[in-house]
């Protein structure tokens, strides 16, 4: 009697396969983007990302139904804004694109959960995710201040959560202290702890305009060569208060959002990017790939050990997951 083990009995029919699946995926594990720009009345297409908008900041409470209808409770905004100049000041006015944004979210949708992105890159003139010193390098301290102002002012306008994207060092635990001192305790911090400069974030940059006007992102965004680092980034910054820790780009650093989930324990999001949402989308488009590719690279992260996945997905995957 050969063979005595046969692992194809529980792959017999759709009902055992259910019954033994390991990894599942619900639409409340994931985060979903939003792009805000200036202006009434406009929601319009992101080119370099099909299926994904622009909206201003009055045009979000049908989009916000939506995401609830479909089960997800989580939105990270992204501010387009209409102004830059070398300090990024748009970027921590009270009535600036995010602030009204999640303003109007949070006046129509309480149980929403609202992360915002705090960075520099979209509002400086430069491009740069931080304060340019008088030599052209990015200062990592004075920047520091900056962004400490970028999350309270986020704050102010009712985020839950902020999530500092500029990879500056000692961000963190700058952030929380503020945060801490303006009656601001309950709001959380999921930091883009393992962020690599990495080629993915194209249409990314076309979509918010924050491409850097000269040289790159490499001396303060992680070597993609890199894992031991990202270990130490995860650890500094759980240290320093992060209530949640992101690693970026997702798809191709499946072995980090291991390696970080299980030495750190932390609560890991792992980001879908941009040109991976770009690559599979098209090629599923094209017809060069079937659908079903989408939902295997988003499990194959879950499977990595990511709690939440942040992806552009987001809606289209809940509709499958929801049979709708
Ligand atoms: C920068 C920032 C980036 C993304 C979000 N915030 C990357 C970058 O330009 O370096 C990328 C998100 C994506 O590609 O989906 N603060
Ligand atoms: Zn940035």
């Not at 202006?39 to 370099?48: A, D, Q």
């Not at 635990?173 to 601001?184: A, F, S, V």
């Not at 997702?250 to 980090?256: E, G, I, K, R």
């Amino acid at each position: 009697m050969y063979p005595r083990t046969r692992g194809r009995r529980l792959r017999e029919s759709d009902a055992i396969r259910s019954l033994v699946r390991e990894t599942r995926l619900s639409p409340s594990e994931l985060v979903y983007p939003i792009f805000v720009i200036e202006g009434e009345g406009e929601k319009r297409e992101i080119s370099s990302m099909p299926g994904n908008y622009h909206f201003s900041a009055d045009m979000l409470a049908d989009e916000i139904s939506e995401l609830r209808d479909l089960g997800i409770n989580a939105v990270l905004i992204f501010g387009v804004p209409g102004i830059k100049d070398s300090i990024g000041s748009e970027a921590y006015r009270d009535a600036g694109v995010v602030q009204r944004a999640v303003r109007n979210i949070k006046a129509q949708h309480p149980d929403m959960l609202v992360i915002t992105d705090v960075c520099m890159c979209q509002y400086t003139d430069h491009g740069h995710c931080g304060l340019l010193s008088e030599n052209g390098r990015v200062d990592n301290d004075r920047t520091l201040e900056y962004l400490s102002r970028i999350a309270l002012s986020h704050a102010r306008a009712g985020a839950d959560m902020v999530a500092p994207s500029d990879m500056m060092d000692g961000r963190v635990g700058h952030i929380r202290d503020q945060l801490d001192d303006n009656e601001y305790k309950h709001v959380g911090i999921m930091s883009y702890a393992v962020k690599y400069a990495s080629a993915f974030y194209g249409p990314f940059r076309d979509a918010a305009g924050s491409a850097p006007s000269f040289g790159d992102r490499k001396t303060y965004q992680m070597d993609p060569a890199n894992t031991d680092e990202a270990l130490r980034e995860a650890r500094a910054d759980i240290d320093e208060g992060a209530d949640i820790i992101i690693v970026k780009p997702a798809l191709a650093y499946l072995d980090v959002v291991r390696r970080v989930k299980d030495s750190t324990g932390a609560v890991v999001a792992a980001y879908n990017v941009s040109g991976e949402y770009a690559m599979l989308k098209g090629a599923v488009e094209s017809g060069i790939l079937g659908e079903d590719a989408i939902m295997e690279s988003l499990i194959s992260i879950k499977r990595a050990g990511a709690d939440i996945i942040i992806t552009y997905f987001a809606k289209e995957i809940a509709r499958k997951l929801r049979g709708k």
